[in-house]
């Protein structure tokens, strides 16, 4: 049965400051937009920078990461820094330097520069997560009004992700790859017209200072982290993989030291101790690594193995972005009707068949297989990603809705920096694996063929003729078993987290524990 509306404000001033609450939300799905638009967008443009920049297969994937490995490492300090100063102040700073952080990046002459200019719209990008949520946490009082609210913003941040590379493969084909970069310009310059207007300042008025060690340790941790998965997907020195990821863990040991001596902690450990706080971290990590993991291989498959045009391809994903709008707009009835629970085990089991349909059909150049999994994956993570913010947000305290707002961004950006790295790190170690130089082709030519697959194509269509085709027809090949097994790798994974949700959700009502936080009556049996 559907839950019943809410009440109506009483007087006036009750439903004007509804409508006003309302209205402030509609703004802050602004900045949502720009964060998750910009975050995906750029997928489409990858065989266009292979060859115009011509990277190495390891700065293609940072040309990707750093974005989201930067916002991630920057989150929980910016989230401090707008419970002390201002959360709309936050996010005025962080939109306007977006903006011209954007305008800079599209001058990019070399991988390095544009890499550069990605960590640098990571950097203002953090500050704009965080905030939302914490603003949404404190506008809206009543559990029911917030509870659709993250709904709506859950749809809003999955579409957006999802409809990024349908933007820019639209503006990569009228335009040129570098407008994509300038996509975030005009949003957040809107953003920064009305929100003085209509979104209303919020801090905490007993706030910490802003600890800058241990900021420091937080953005080291991730750097050192994504390092070392991203030289083992891609078959880097394993010496200096497993220092970097010894690094990462020692340093994230000390980050968690330091938050339990200070008094004011930049993120209050405590709240992992909730199950339903870290069970929703987890995952909002799995959920995004899927999704943008995906991505990584569709937008390729789509434009060279299939050969679909920029604007074309980027359409052949919106049924993939209208399945992730509609399912996480359906969670709150979904939730009342199952629990949050068992929505949880449906979402990762839904997930699991989109990769299992691009692992059995996926080895061809046909579009189909890949815009039909994306759509089952979409209409999984739709709800994935819903259930977990709400559980995260909810699970907390009014007093930590900063914290626990700047923990849940983390966890979808180290999903992004994780979907990339290992996925797409996995997806072209495979693909380098599985390539081989045909007959004809230079040592030179066949070298920078085999970073990746957007380079071996632009390098057969200018060495044309027999060598030119035997050159394509060997990196379709090659790219084609690189994403079914990959494809199979992440569908075992997902199947493996479905069966963990499965089992410890029975475990936890057989055990009959007080549950923290607002639970649905179908999650306590």
Same mark, same amino acid.
């Given at each position: 049965?559907?839950?019943?509306?809410?009440?109506?404000?009483?007087? !006036?001033a009750d439903r004007? !400051?509804?409508?006003? *609450?309302?209205?402030?939300? @509609? @703004?802050?799905? &602004?900045?949502v937009v720009l964060v998750s638009v910009s975050t995906t967008a750029l997928s489409f443009a990858m065989p266009a920078i292979s060859e115009a920049l011509r990277p190495t297969g390891v700065e293609l994937l940072w040309i990707i990461d750093v974005y989201p490995l930067v916002l991630a490492g920057l989150l929980i300090p910016m989230g401090a820094l707008g419970d002390r100063y201002g959360r709309?102040?936050?996010?005025? &700073?962080? *939109? &306007?330097?977006f903006a011209l952080v954007s305008a800079v990046a599209e001058f990019a002459p070399t991988a390095s520069w544009l890499i550069a200019a990605r960590a640098a719209t990571g950097l203002f990008g953090s500050m704009l997560l965080p905030a939302t949520l914490a603003l949404i946490r404190v506008i809206f009082s009543e559990a029911r009004d917030r509870r659709l609210a993250i709904a709506i913003w859950s749809a809003v941040f999955s579409g957006g992700a999802a409809a990024g590379p349908i933007v820019g493969g639209m503006l990569l084909e009228w335009f040129g790859w570098t407008a994509i970069l300038l996509i975030g310009a005009p949003i957040a310059l809107l953003f920064a017209l009305l929100a003085p207007w209509l979104v209303p300042e919020s801090r905490d008025p007993d706030a910490g200072p802003v600890d800058l060690a241990s900021a420091l340790l937080a953005i080291a941790t991730? #750097? *050192?982290? #994504?390092?070392? #998965?991203?030289?083992?997907?891609?078959?880097g020195e394993p010496l200096l993989a497993a220092g970097a990821l010894l690094a990462s863990g020692l340093l994230g040991w000390w980050f968690a030291r330091r938050q339990r001596a200070l008094a004011q902690p930049m993120l209050d450990l405590t709240l992992f101790r909730t199950p339903a706080f870290s069970g929703g971290l987890l995952i909002n990590i799995l959920s995004n690594a899927a999704i943008v993991g995906m991505m990584f291989m569709a937008t390729q498959h789509l434009q060279v193995v299939s050969g679909i045009a920029p604007t074309l391809a980027g359409l052949a994903l919106l049924p993939g972005t209208i399945m992730a709008i509609v399912s996480s707009l359906s969670v709150p009835v979904i939730a009342d009707r199952i629990g949050s629970r068992r929505a949880e085990i449906v979402a990762f089991a839904v997930a699991t068949a989109g990769f299992a349909v691009v692992a059995v059909w996926g080895a061809s150049t046909a579009a189909w297989p890949f815009i039909v999994g994306l759509a089952v994956l979409g209409a999984g993570l739709g &709800?994935?990603?819903? @259930?977990?913010t709400d559980l995260v947000i909810s699970s907390a305290p009014v007093a930590k809705a900063g914290a626990a707002s700047a923990a849940s961004e983390t966890g979808f950006e180290i999903g992004v920096v994780f979907g990339t790295a290992a996925i797409g790190g996995l997806t072209?170690?495979?693909?380098? !694996?599985?390539?081989? @130089?045909?007959?004809? #082709?230079?040592?030179a030519?066949?070298?920078?063929?085999?970073?990746?697959?957007?380079?071996a194509a632009a390098i057969a269509e200018s060495l044309g003729g027999p060598a030119g085709a035997g050159l394509r027809d060997a990196a379709v090949a090659a790219f084609t078993q690189a994403e079914r097994w990959t494809s199979i790798g992440v569908a075992l994974v997902l199947l493996a987290a479905t069966l963990v949700l499965a089992v410890t959700g029975r475990t936890r009502r057989v055990r009959r524990r007080r549950p923290i936080g607002p639970v649905h009556p179908r999650d306590a049996e």
């Open positions: 049965m559907n839950p019943p509306p809410a009440s109506p404000p009483a007087s !006036a004007s !400051a509804h409508r006003r *609450a309302w209205l402030a939300f @509609v @703004v802050l799905l &602004i900045p709309r102040r936050i996010l005025l &700073i962080g *939109a &306007i330097g991730m #750097v *050192a982290l #994504v390092y070392g #998965v991203k030289s083992l997907a891609t078959g &709800i994935a990603w819903t @259930v977990s072209t170690a495979l693909y380098q !694996a599985f390539f081989a @130089v045909p007959a004809g #082709v230079p040592a030519d066949a070298d920078a063929a085999r970073e990746t697959i957007g380079a």
